[in-house]
Nanobody, 124 residues
Framework: QVQLVESGGGLVQAGGSLRLSCAAS????????MGWFRQAPGKEREFVAA????????YYADSVKGRFTISRDNAKNTVSLQMNSLEPEDTATYYC?????????????????WGQGTQVTVSS
């Protein structure tokens, strides 16, 4: 089992910044990708960013590329998402996920563990 706990959400004005963090515990050795997804009311959970735990390779949705940066600290078993130039369209609940099986890191179906989510609200 893997447990994930997110922190760092909040309310920010458009153009502002927030930093989300996710702490993993349990069988963390089984994780090979950590990802961030988000879900707005009435919408599907969508991919935001991911990072390979070993290589550090990063992947981003087109909508956040150049504005968001994902990073990891393997010693602390944490992954962070630095979000800059936030837009009202970024408003959603953000979830941290751990991939322990499968090959498609862009699909929420391949993430076996999720945190409880943290709310990000961007006002215009």
């Amino acid at each position: 089992q893997v447990q994930l706990v997110e922190s760092g959400g909040g309310l920010v004005q458009a153009g502002g910044s927030l930093r989300l963090s996710c702490a993993a515990s349990g069988r963390t050795f089984s994780i090979y990708t950590m990802g961030w997804f988000r879900q707005a009311p009435g919408k599907e959970r969508e991919f935001v960013a991911a990072i390979n735990k070993n290589s550090g390779a990063t992947y981003y949705a087109d909508s956040v590329k150049g504005r968001f940066t994902i990073s990891r600290d393997n010693a602390k078993n944490t992954v962070s998402l630095q979000m800059n130039s936030l837009e009202p369209e970024d408003t959603a609940t953000y979830y941290c996920g751990a991939q322990v099986a499968g090959t498609n890191l862009f699909s929420k179906n391949n993430y076996g563990y999720w945190g409880q989510g943290t709310q990000v609200t961007v006002s215009s």
